[in-house]
């Protein structure tokens, strides 16, 4: 994997919380990388720093009390033109004009990230003029083409709804045209079907799939949920208390998982092949973020604790195999 | 579970509308039907799952049965511990509260259902309190081992929810629904908002419990795949009707609707090299208020036929009590879970 191939490349990246109760290190040293065309999966609990992540990718931290304290996030596929994102004022024209333009995201809530105020096309509108220079016919124009693509028939009526006026499906395929009518290089999508039922999961994300093919752009699939995952990433990063545990490819992550926290939770999800069976169970809960762990963070929950694990040291990361990285003691 | 055991709960012809009011007289102008015309029954022991789609009534369903909301029409037959058979939707308020005892509920969301002025004690104890069952030290007492029982610390007890995680304010609320020693658990999308690790545990709770008890549950889910860990049998619903009815098994490995066809074939596959092909319905769920003429699913059948349009399909038992409501229950071969 060399550097100049990746659309975008974190590395070491610390987003803090500073608040009246202490330090919550949200997202502390995590590493990825995203190909163009290529779809990275972020999995983990809730409170495992996944949605933390991806806001710092869009410098969208709110700040107090959140601060990017370490870490790179470079842009760009090209050496010599990537940019830095931390080092860009989270303000200024430039992180501007890549937020949304060239980097767009997607949230879980559909009904919450749409303002209930304005017609679908008036937001999807807007979004095309702050980015590109065209005029508000031509951007009315290409937001119909967009919901037709994204599958809303009846797209010129449609554009003239209000939020309320679609059902959740809808909204979110609204939310995906609004996202896509700039054409993102990488796409961030938050839990983008945590709020839809099945059929309507199933819908979305084969949408998805075309239009990435479509635009060949790169996506960062952030969820709790492993089928999404496994039906849609490439390579996949399984976060634990802000840090990555295992990153793998997706072959490799569901057929040979390594690490112990990622064996109990896929061990832990009701399957269809083993009804009858007792459910593997990982033992208390994600700790408080607040509460100071050193060394293994998941070593209080791990069945096959060493005597090493329990030390202040914390674990390497270790490529088992080519592309396949695990932060755990059982491998070193 | 044995078709000898005697059947606990029974639902027919059950319906709640509610009303469309419209102007200042709020003249009714229509009905949302949110349960139409549901027939089920639920064996003694047994975990009967209720699954579909977001406002296809499921919910309104379970608090129709306990009339925590009133249906509109119908009638709701419970055995009760005395072996007296019961119709609650005739009850009186004063019987119904007795009756109350042998009937709880387990809420979705373990945040919203717990009142955070009140201690953990307060919480589990209330329902002992109002139904005259135990008094000052006792009741200490029964919470202290209900805590236990659910796996909590009892030391705990004089603390407020906002001090549990997910996890641990479930538990409180099973705690507080098996209080009162009850015969049927109507459980609410019980683990939905909780995380994944966290979800076996409280799945594993409750299927414990049962065992220990002997309880009932009906237990209403989206998630296809902990339905089907926990039930022995599964009614399929869409928009207010039952769909198909049957043994766990049969219903997602051999449906015969093809509403649960479809249902089956969304649900994703842990495993990135297998690639399933998938029956994507088109459109959206209808909405209750005008819901389509004859089978509420044939727009988006991708089988349907000119009948399917016209006549409603009955829910008729085509063997081994596996009901079906489609008039081509026996034409098609349809493809199970993990078949596609």
Known sequence: METNSCLINVKGLCTYFYTDDGIVKAVDGVNLKIRRGETLGVVGESGCGKSVTALSIMRLIPAPPGRITRGEILYGENKEKSVDLIRLDSRGSKMRNIRGGEIAMIFQEPMISLNPVYTIGDQIIESIMVHQKVTKKEAKEHAIKMLDRVGISDPAQRVDDYPHQLSGGMRQRAIIAMALSCHPNLLIADEPTTALDVTVQAQVLELMKELQQEFGMAIMMITHNLGVIAETSDNVAVMYLGKIMEYASAHDLFHHPMHPYLQALLKSIPSIVGKGERLAMIKGTVPDPLSILRGCLFAPRCLEIKKICQSEEEPPVIEVEKGHQVKCWLYA | ?340
């Open chain 2, 1 to 340: 579970m044995d078709k000898q055991n005697e059947i606990l709960l029974e639902v027919k012809n059950l319906k709640k509308y509610f009303p469309i009011t419209r102007g200042v007289f709020r003249r009714v102008v229509g009905y949302v039907k949110a349960v139409d015309r549901v027939d089920l029954f639920i064996r003694q022991g047994e975990t009967l799952g209720l699954v579909g789609e977001s406002g296809c009534g499921k919910t309104t369903l379970g608090r129709s049965i306990l009339r925590l909301i009133e249906p509109t029409d119908g009638e709701v037959w419970f055995k009760t511990g005395k072996g007296k058979k019961l119709d609650i939707t005739k009850l009186e308020d004063r019987e119904i509260k007795s009756l109350r005892r042998e009937m709880r509920m387990i809420f979705q969301d373990p945040y919203a259902s717990l009142n955070p002025r009140m201690t953990v004690m307060d919480i589990v104890g209330e329902p002992l309190i109002i139904h005259k069952v135990a008094q000052g030290k006792e009741i200490e007492d029964r919470v202290r081992t209900l805590l236990k029982i659910v796996g909590l610390n009892p030391r705990y007890m004089r603390r407020y929810p906002h001090e549990f995680s997910g996890g641990q304010r479930q538990r409180i609320g099973i705690a507080r629904a098996l209080a009162l020693n009850p015969r049927l658990v109507i459980a609410d999308e019980p683990v939905s908002a909780l995380d994944v690790s966290v979800q076996a545990q409280v799945i594993n709770l409750l299927e414990n419990l049962q065992v220990q008890f002997n309880l009932t549950y009906l237990f209403i889910a989206h998630d296809l795949s902990v339905v089907y860990h926990i039930s022995n049998r599964i009614a399929v619903m869409y928009v207010g009707k039952i769909m198909e009815v049957g043994q766990a098994e049969e219903v997602y490995q051999g449906p015969r609707h093809p509403y649960t066809e479809a249902l089956m074939s969304a649900v994703p596959v842990i495993d990135p090299d297998v690639k399933p092909e998938r029956i994507l319905l088109q459109g959206d769920v209808p909405n209750p208020a005008n819901s389509p003429s004859g089978c509420t699913f044939h727009p988006r059948c991708r089988y349907a036929k000119k009948i399917c349009s016209q006549e409603e399909p009955p829910l008729e038992d085509i063997g081994d009590e596996h009901y079906v409501a489609c008039h081509f229950a026996d034409d098609f071969s349809l493809k199970g879970i993990r078949q596609f």
